[in-house]
């Protein structure tokens, strides 16, 4: 029953056990950025196999078959307040074995079988005794990434129950238990490099870019990408993919050189190894700088002498000095990107929007052109119109005129007012002078 509820206790102790933890691992997305390792000029002769040398042993891929003994866990202690020569206490391997060094230990001193899982790697200690006090170290080692990293925490024993404790020193936690009770070293690294062993295969990457003479590094043409799981693509034209080549056991042998067999004057330009080791964190760049030389021309043997003569004379006719060797030149067309398709697409469109601006334009004008014609045509039908109005057309009524009358009457009028209206009465005003023609070209203008 005891047992049993030590065991309770230890799983309780290792779920709230979430206050210390190490430093994580290295990432892929923290490390995306590729540094150059090396960069070296290479010159080779046209029609020879050039060797461009890319090694390196980190990125060897090798199935473990030790159970998988690359990533172990130990914890060290070390005695006396200063912190003495550590001593091995307790291991484990990624494949669950434990193993305890001192007998007295075992059973007592315990680590979780799926540490590697889960990432909490933290040390049971199942009744805490006066010689456990000192600095713990809690120390993860990848033998295969070649990383290390370590956390120390010190443990100080008491016989108060009420000096039970956790603080940070300013350097490590120091935890203080009771004696004979449980105490939990807490050790928590949940980075994918120390608990998703299968992701190493996936997460292993190398190719290899070509970089023509004057093109930048970001406008670098991909030649070859490698994956660890055997999977391999080949990019760039035909006339140069069929004559560059990785071998098959790179991975196996961490050499992911690059042949190019046979050399040819067009393939001068800078070349990038790319390694990228997502699962390590390995992220690394060499640059080749490939010149190609005029081929070695052999030297031709002297002529022979013919037999029974004594003048010397040549079997065949001596090559003329002036004469060089020429050689064939292959134009390598490369494909543009989509950004050159989308600019010259908009060039067209560009210039088919002009012509059509322009067409309406011109239809227009011509619209306004007849418009304006017929306005014209309809003005100078009113106007000849108008020029030929007779005013003998128009009769004129003089039944209402009164004729005037010279005769002078002599009659005899009692005040000037009576005169005045005879008068009136026998010279009425003159009729008015109206001028049609006038009259017409007056409505005409308006």
């Given amino acids: 029953m005891e047992l049993r509820s030590g065991v309770l206790l230890w799983k309780l102790l290792l779920l709230q056990s979430e206050l210390t933890s190490l430093p994580p691992g290295p990432s892929g997305s923290g490390l995306a950025g590729s540094s150059v390792v090396s960069e070296s000029a290479v010159s080779w002769a046209a029609g020879t196999q050039a060797v461009l040398r890319c090694q390196s042993p980190r990125m060897v891929w090798t199935q473990d078959r030790l159970n998988d003994r690359q990533r172990v866990v130990h914890w060290d202690l070390s005695d006396g307040p200063a912190g003495g020569s550590p001593r091995r206490l307790v291991d484990m391997y990624s494949a669950g074995e434990q193993r305890v060094y001192e007998p007295r230990d075992r059973g007592r001193l315990l680590l979780s079988p799926s540490a590697f899982h889960d990432g909490n790697f933290s040390l049971f200690i199942r009744a805490v005794e006066e010689t456990d006090e000192g600095l713990y170290t809690c120390n ?20 108060n129950p009420e000096d039970a404790s956790a ?42 870019d070509r970089q023509p003479p004057g093109v930048p590094h970001d406008r670098a043409d991909r030649l070859i990408d490698l994956y660890a799981s055997g999977e391999r693509r080949a990019y760039g034209p035909p006339v140069l993919r069929d004559r560059v ?49 005029e081929p070695a021309v052999a030297a031709e043997p002297p002529p ?66 007849r418009r304006g014609g017929y306005e014209y045509s309809n ?16 009769p004129v009524a003089t039944g209402d005129q009164a004729f005037y009358r010279s005769e002078d009457i002599q009659l005899d009028y009692k005040n000037n007012i ?7 009465a026998h010279c009425p005003l003159p009729a008015k002078h109206i001028d049609l023609d006038k009259e017409f070209r007056k409505e005409y203008c308006k």
């Avoid at 020429?326 to 088919?352: C, D, K, M, W």
């Fill in 379 to 394: 003005k100078k039908s009113w106007k000849s119109k108008g020029k030929d109005v007779n005013m003998a057309d128009f």
């Fill in 245 to 293: 080549s990785v071998e098959a056991d790179a991975f196996a042998r961490g050499d992911f050189s690059l042949s190019i067999d046979p050399l040819e004057p067009a393939d001068e330009g800078t070349y990038s190894c790319h390694l990228h080791h997502h699962y390590c964190g390995l992220h690394e760049r060499r640059v080749f700088h490939l010149e190609v030389t």
């Fill in 304 to 369: 022979r002498d013919s037999p029974g003569n004594d003048s010397s004379h040549s079997s065949a006719p001596a090559p003329d000095p002036t004469l060089t060797r020429g050689r064939s030149v292959i134009n390598v067309i490369v494909p543009e990107g989509r950004a050159h398709f989308f600019q010259q697409l908009g060039y067209v469109l560009a210039t088919l929007l002009l012509f059509i601006l322009l067409l309406i334009t011109v239809i227009l004008a011509t619209r306004q052109r």
């Fill in 167 to 208: 603080y940070w020193d300013g350097e490590k936690e120091v935890l203080v238990a009771e004696r004979g009770a449980p105490a939990l070293l807490t050790c928590v690294n949940r980075a994918h490099v120390w608990t998703d062993r299968h992701l190493e295969e996936a997460q292993q990457v190398v190719h290899w």
């Fill in 418 to 424: 009576l005169k005045e209206r005879a008068e009136l």
């Fill in 140 to 159: 993860l080692h990848h033998h295969y990434c070649h990383l290390y990293e370590n956390l120390a925490i010190r443990l100080e024993v008491t016989d």
